[in-house]
């Protein structure tokens, strides 16, 4: 498997404390990719987040492909650790209670991609010239627009749309959701904070991520249209191109091929 890879936080214009993480590894078989966006104040979410992407990651480096046997299971428990962690230390520390985290975590490897994911983070995919969200927001506006009550245009411009309704360290235990698929040659992944697609809307993040530059320039474009149209909040993102996939070995005696 062939990737670029870029990743990059802002403050943006508004903020005086980035209270966003991220990590972004890859190399020859995998890549793990996490963003994680705190919430809770006086530096809470900046601890938050960053304990969340310290824990996930930890656990989650020794897993070398998605199909290895409980993958999902391993992605699950991580999130889970790492929410009991977050919660613990509200428990124990008064300055700290309120914090909490999204969290969105994307695994590549040939065998395709995986994600964890709770919170409004979001991850996307352009394949074929086609832009896809492949997250589901944990939000008031969300489980609005899901009930018919808003149009996903009036959920963007809705007071509430910062408000979620899941993340990581708020509660006892959390559910994140998982997805999963097959990748090919020419995808592009996005990995972000709502920093990012608070303020552009998908339209112009499908321009930005069909350029033909390389990974950091096109993040950097991400971030300063980010900030160009206000910058309210940290803004995070990791770009992922996908150059080539090694395809499965074929199969022998009498196995057969994963979904066969």
Do not use: W
């Not at 070398?64 to 046997?69: H, K, R, Y």
């Not at 899941?166 to 959701?177: F, S």
């Amino acid at each position: 498997m062939q990737l670029s890879v870029a990743a990059r936080t802002d403050v943006g214009r508004i903020r005086a404390g980035n209270e966003d993480s991220l990590y972004a590894v890859a190399n020859e078989s995998r890549g793990l990719f996490i963003v994680a966006d705190g919430m809770g104040g006086h530096a809470a979410g900046e601890v938050a987040s960053s304990m969340a992407v310290q824990i996930i990651a930890q656990e989650l480096e020794p897993l070398a492909s998605i199909d290895e046997p409980g993958a999902v299971e391993r992605m699950a428990q991580a999130v889970h650790d790492a929410n009991r962690a977050i919660y613990e230390r509200t428990m124990s520390e008064s300055e700290k209670q309120g914090m909490g985290t999204t969290t969105s975590i994307l695994m590549l490897s040939d065998a395709g991609y995986l994600i964890g994911q709770v919170g409004d983070s979001r991850i996307y995919l352009l394949r074929d010239g086609q832009l896809r969200q492949l997250t589901k927001d944990h939000s008031y506006v969300q489980e609005q627009v899901d009930a018919g009550y808003l149009t996903p245009e009036q959920a963007r411009y809705h007071p509430y749309s910062n408000v979620i309704t899941r993340c990581v360290g708020a509660n006892e235990a959390v559910e994140p959701d998982f997805f999963a698929g097959p990748i090919t040659g020419g995808d592009v992944f996005l990995v972000a904070s709502d920093g990012l697609t608070g303020m552009v809307e998908d339209r112009r993040l499908h321009q930005l991520m069909s350029s033909k530059a390389n990974p950091a320039r096109v993040v950097d474009a991400l971030i300063a249209e980010a900030n160009g149209r206000g910058g309210l909040d940290n803004i995070t993102a990791i770009l992922v191109q996908v150059h080539g996939v090694t395809p499965p070995p074929a199969p022998t005696g009498n196995g057969a091929p994963l979904g066969g």
